[in-house]
């Protein structure tokens, strides 16, 4: 797990010029692992561009993802089976819904990370490509 932490990190831009692993550093943020059921959303009209988050005003492909209230708006996101398809796979939390909240798309049974893209097409394109379930990692602050 302290490698994945490392890898994580060093591909995040946190804290990678210098690794010094220890159990006590205070400095290095936990990364969490989940397997969670992942949407998207486009900006169909203006409301749905528009994120709930106070710091963000628009929704931005391969950067905004909506997430459940246990994940604070700014927390960094990284889903490996998007890399190279929606950005570079690391997403920050800036948006809410009533979907995500109840974990509607995966019945209760586990988060749902929903992901901004530009348009429909991608939507399609994205539904059809990728598998709904995918490990998703959350970098939380200590």
Not at 32 to 40: I, S
Not at 54 to 59: G, H
Request: charge should be positive.
């Amino acid at each position: 797990m302290k490698l994945l932490n490392i890898i994580l990190m060093c591909f995040l831009g946190l804290s990678c010029s210098t690794v010094v692993v220890s159990e006590n550093t205070r400095d290095t943020p936990t990364i969490k692992e989940y397997k969670a059921r992942v949407t998207y959303y486009y900006p169909q009209s203006p409301y749905w561009s528009k994120v709930s988050c106070p710091k963000s005003k628009t929704a931005k492909e391969g950067i905004t993802i909506a997430a459940h209230p246990d994940f604070k708006y700014g927390t960094k996101i990284y889903i490996p089976e998007l890399k190279n398809t929606v950005g570079d796979g690391v997403f920050t939390v800036q948006d809410r819904g009533p979907a995500v909240t109840r974990k509607v798309a995966s019945r209760g049974r586990a988060y749902v990370f929903d992901v901004f893209v530009s348009s429909n097409a991608k939507l399609r394109h994205m539904t059809s490509l990728k598998p709904e379930y995918m490990k998703v990692y959350v970098v939380l602050d200590k």
